[in-house]
């Protein structure tokens, strides 16, 4: 695979947003959030994402040039509008509404609408505990086609709701969850299918509702919960959260803005502080990740990591080299030239 300077990678991410019609800022913040998933090893809402946000922005689906918007705020919650522009900013703007409320008093909240893809939810929450507060963070309703499968049913009804959750672990690190609640992620069915490898039995069904492992067929089938029904039923809370509590789907404006038309997102501050002093949590936090480092490792695995550690370690391989598989590279590069960015 090639390989190519992250910096490189931000760069021509920037240009290419922007000549599509995106203010600098933004389309700056919308490149720098991609090279950032790239380097904590998450692909699959990285540069991968460039030509996909490009054929949005030409169904109308996103507005390139749209600022978020804040709709009603309270001492303790602010709603947030995406104004249907690119997500990442207004993911940032509904974050730190949280962050500085619970800054302010312990706790803080803020419901995002009016949003379109806000990419790696993970990035929001170390963005809280890089302020020294805990954070989680869900996302439902995003119908993505409709395409997650509730344990039991034969055909998807709703998206792949992910959730988030961080805490400052100290000298240890901060400590992250951050997946979708299907077997596999939409965004890394479109990496496997760029490599030209199979996805994980158990993982997706076809068309036809039959177990498949081809990433095209996935691609235009259904996605299978993790862990059955437990999987199943975070999905479901993930759909409360993001869309029920949230009103995303009453605040919808009527247009079609395809598997973003009545998606929110929720996210939660708290001070680590709020009931012993924050270095106590944050050290006692530490404490347990350090225990579950030093365990033996089990047959075939290297050694016990802890949440968030993969990403940390992605970062420090990553830092100097993106890999980017071949396909994925030329998608990109055919984007740019169709829009008369030099590579």
């Avoid at 709709?71 to 997500?87: C, T």
């Avoid at 579950?292 to 080299?321: K, T």
Wanted: with cysteine; charged share 20%.
């Amino acid at each position: 695979m090639p390989e190519f300077e992250p910096a490189y990678l931000r760069d021509l991410g920037r240009r290419i947003f922007a000549a599509a019609g995106a203010p600098t800022d933004i389309a700056e913040h919308v490149a720098d959030h991609l090279v950032a998933s790239n380097l904590a090893g998450h692909d699959s809402h990285g540069v991968l994402r460039i030509p996909w946000y490009l054929g949005q922005i030409r169904q109308g689906w996103v507005r390139p040039a749209e600022r978020p918007r804040v709709l009603r705020e309270s001492p303790a919650a602010a709603l947030v509008s995406g104004e249907w522009g690119f997500g990442h900013p207004a993911a940032t703007v509904a974050m730190d509404a949280a962050c500085d409320r619970a800054a302010r008093a312990g706790l803080g909240a803020a419901a995002l609408v009016h949003a379109t893809h806000i990419g790696r939810l993970g990035t929001y929450a170390e963005r809280a505990a890089d302020r020294g507060l805990v954070a989680m963070l869900w996302l439902g309703g995003l119908s993505a086609y409709r395409s997650a499968v509730p344990y039991g049913a034969s055909r998807g009804i709703y998206g792949t709701n992910p959730m988030a959750a961080a805490f400052p672990g100290g000298p240890a690190g901060t400590l992250l969850l951050d997946f979708a609640t299907t077997a596999v992620a939409g965004g890394k069915i479109m990496v496997a299918k760029d490599r030209g490898v199979p996805l994980p039995d158990g993982s997706a069904l076809d068309r036809e509702g039959r177990p498949t492992t081809d990433p095209d067929a996935a691609l235009g089938g259904w996605l299978l919960p993790f862990g059955a029904h437990k999987g199943y039923a975070l999905a479901f809370f993930a759909q409360l959260f993001g869309q029920a509590l949230t009103g995303a789907d009453a605040l919808a404006d009527g247009q079609d803005r395809g598997p973003f038309t009545r998606a929110g997102a929720f996210f939660l501050a708290v001070d680590a502080g709020l009931f012993r002093p924050a270095d106590a949590a944050a050290a006692s936090a530490g404490r347990f990740a350090e225990e579950i480092r030093d365990l033996p490792p089990a047959p075939g695995f290297e050694r016990v990591m802890a949440p968030g550690d993969p990403e940390a370690r992605s970062r420090e391989a990553r830092a100097a080299a993106v890999p980017l598989p071949e396909a994925t590279w030329h998608q990109i590069a055919a984007s740019a030239e169709a829009l008369g960015v030099a590579v």
